[in-house]
């Protein structure tokens, strides 16, 4: 069964990804499914954070079994920190049936604005 966002509440989203897909990426925080518990995106030369959030967002989607479009990106200010607000469609195919549903992630990029 695909896990969903709710079920990833209590994993270390950067040991998992490495684990899983062997990538070590500059993350730190929470899982990005609320606004409260964003990706911390850590300040790195080159400073490619966008590329950061895409590779969690698609590996966050193999391992949930899903295929996923952009719909939209926005930057909001959120406890005095600056997050990368996507959203996103996923769509799941079954025997019978396409689900798809909107999706939001935050990603914490305070730390590589404005360098």
């Not at 990706?39 to 949930?64: D, K, Q, S």
Request: proline share 4%; aromatic share 6%; glycine share 8%.
């Amino acid at each position: 069964m695909p896990m969903t966002p709710e079920d990833t509440s209590d994993i270390n989203l950067r040991a998992m990804l490495k684990e899983d897909f062997g990538i070590d990426l500059p993350i730190s925080g929470g899982t990005g499914n609320s606004r409260d518990r964003p990706v911390i995106i850590g300040y790195r030369i080159p400073n490619h954070y966008v590329a950061v959030e895409h590779t969690v967002l698609r590996c966050l989607g193999i391992g949930r079994r899903v295929e996923w479009k952009l719909l939209q990106q926005a930057l909001i200010e959120h406890n005095g920190r600056k997050l990368d607000q996507m959203q996103i469609e996923t769509e799941r195919t079954t025997d019978t049936q396409i689900i798809t549903q909107i999706e939001n992630y935050y990603f914490d990029v305070t730390e590589c604005l404005g360098r």
